[in-house]
T-cell receptor, first 114, second 117 residues
Framework: AQSVTQLGSHVSVSEGALVLLRCNYSSSVPPYLFWYVQYPNQGLQLLLKYTSAATLVKGINGFEAEFKKSETSFHLTKPSAHMSDAAEYFCAVSDRGSNYKLTFGKGTLLTVNP | GAVVSQHPSWVICKSGTSVKIECRSLDFQATTMFWYRQFPKQSLMLMATSNEGSKATYEQGVEKDKFLINHASLTLSTLTVTSAHPEDSSFYIC?????????????FGPGTRLTVT
């Protein structure tokens, strides 16, 4: 079974500071990995995805993530936080053996202080 | 492209009644759709996988007789919450996989807020 662990349910940064949201996964096969963002009372928006190509993945809004197989990690970073980045972030792993269904982490709430 | 809509966006119903939520892929065909449930300040929990023309596959612990799923066309899946109770109040989100392209990615709808009084 696949699983995702997001360390830190709440991360607070100052505007302009580095954003680092941690994600570790467990998968018996090479994974597909995703980061999603959710604003209040809205659905999920895909930030970026890893599908076994380049290990450093660039996404929208200046976010990127690096797949590290040895560490089973897929941490999300952004060099400089903006107020509009305040939201809930979810890491997810796709199960290729079961219709590509997603298993989500518990989420990390990012707050950005002025 | 790859837009998924849900209707309604929010609904309030009385305990004991049934509510139907629609999930549509607007610009692609989706043989597979997924239904998730999200409680406040929690993550998304997969309820079931909906396959066009066949029975849905429910996750362990999800009552199939309570959460009826129908996927009668390549662009529409419906979730009916039967005999709703206050504990069914939640945010329901659907997603869809594009049958015609890279089949691993899911596109999410905006969600439906259900409140049972």
């Amino acid at each position: 079974a696949q699983s995702v662990t997001q360390l830190g349910s709440h991360v607070s940064v100052s505007e302009g500071a580095l954003v680092l949201l941690r994600c570790n996964y467990s998968s018996s096969v090479p994974p597909y990995l995703f980061w999603y963002v959710q604003y209040p009372n809205q659905g999920l928006q895909l930030l970026l995805k890893y599908t076994s190509a380049a290990t450093l993945v660039k996404g929208i809004n200046g976010f990127e993530a690096e797949f590290k197989k040895s560490e089973t990690s897929f941490h999300l970073t952004k060099p400089s936080a903006h107020m509009s980045d305040a939201a809930e972030y979810f890491c997810a792993v796709s199960d290729r053996g079961s219709n590509y269904k997603l298993t989500f982490g518990k989420g990390t709430l990012l707050t950005v202080n002025p | 492209g790859a837009v998924v809509s849900q209707h309604p966006s929010w609904v309030i119903c009385k305990s004991g009644t049934s509510v139907k939520i629609e999930c549509r892929s607007l610009d692609f065909q989706a043989t597979t759709m997924f239904w998730y449930r999200q409680f406040p300040k929690q993550s998304l929990m997969l309820m079931a996988t909906s396959n066009e023309g066949s029975k849905a596959t429910y996750e362990q612990g999800v009552e199939k007789d309570k959460f009826l799923i129908n996927h009668a066309s390549l662009t529409l899946s419906t979730l009916t919450v039967t005999s709703a109770h206050p504990e069914d109040s939640s945010f329901y989100i659907c997603s869809a996989r594009d049958s015609g392209t890279a089949n691993y990615e899911q596109y999410f709808g905006p969600g439906t807020r259900l409140t049972v009084t």
